[in-house]
């Protein structure tokens, strides 16, 4: 899970980044470590939803929603 403490270091990254100081080589890399963070906290969020969600047929059947096959 992503904080709040986390999500506005991202916020103050991305905005530093589009001064004309731009960021650090570490500060970069930090930016790169939470963005990744966030996606992956977002990806288990979005999951976690999915596997609560339903879909409820023409014939009034209740399903759950299944993975895709690739």
């Given at each position: 899970?992503?904080t ?12 530093k980044?589009?001064t004309?100081q731009?960021?650090t080589?570490?500060?970069?890399d930090?930016?790169?470590m ?13 999951v ?12 009034g ?10």
């Open positions: 899970m992503v709040q403490a986390q999500i506005d270091r991202i916020n103050e990254l991305a905005r980044a589009k004309p731009g960021l080589d570490e500060e970069r930090e930016q790169k939470l963005r990744e963070l966030y996606i992956a906290s977002f990806r288990e969020s979005l976690a939803n999915l596997e609560n969600t339903y879909i409820i047929d023409e014939h059947k209740k399903r759950k929603v299944q993975k895709r096959k690739k």
